[in-house]
Nanobody, 124 residues
Framework: QVQLVESGGGLVQAGGSLNLTCVFSGGGISMYMLAWFRQAPGKERLFVAA????????YYADSVKGRFTISRDSAKNTVYLRMNNLKPEDTAVYYC?????????????????WGQGTQVTVSS
């Protein structure tokens, strides 16, 4: 059974940076599409970034492109989200997600496995 555990959230001022970490267990991480989503109070869960399982291609929401970087370390079974130049509108609970050999639609939150989430709060 795949399990995902996120960490690294916190409170940061606008313009600051945070590194989120998601530790993957229970399978071969290299065979999974891995993604980060976020959900603000009262809002739907939205795609942030993803890294593919086949060619490790990366994908980003327009709102974070150029500021966030997703990466995967297969040796450590870990996926990261580096967040720079944070804005108050980035405030949300951030979730790590995984889906076995997923192709195509990486933006829809229909991934099979989810972490418990980590809170990111950006003050103005």
């Amino acid at each position: 059974q795949v399990q995902l555990v996120e960490s690294g959230g916190g409170l940061v001022q606008a313009g600051g940076s945070l590194n989120l970490t998601c530790v993957f267990s229970g399978g071969g991480i290299s065979m999974y599409m891995l993604a980060w989503f976020r959900q603000a109070p009262g809002k739907e869960r939205l795609f942030v970034a993803a890294v593919g399982w086949n060619w490790s291609r990366t994908y980003y929401a327009d709102s974070v492109k150029g500021r966030f970087t997703i990466s995967r370390d297969s040796a450590k079974n870990t996926v990261y989200l580096r967040m720079n130049n944070l804005k108050p509108e980035d405030t949300a609970v951030y979730y790590c997600a995984a889906d076995y050999r997923r192709v195509g639609d990486f933006r829809t939150p229909t991934y099979e496995y989810w972490g418990q989430g980590t809170q990111v709060t950006v003050s103005s």
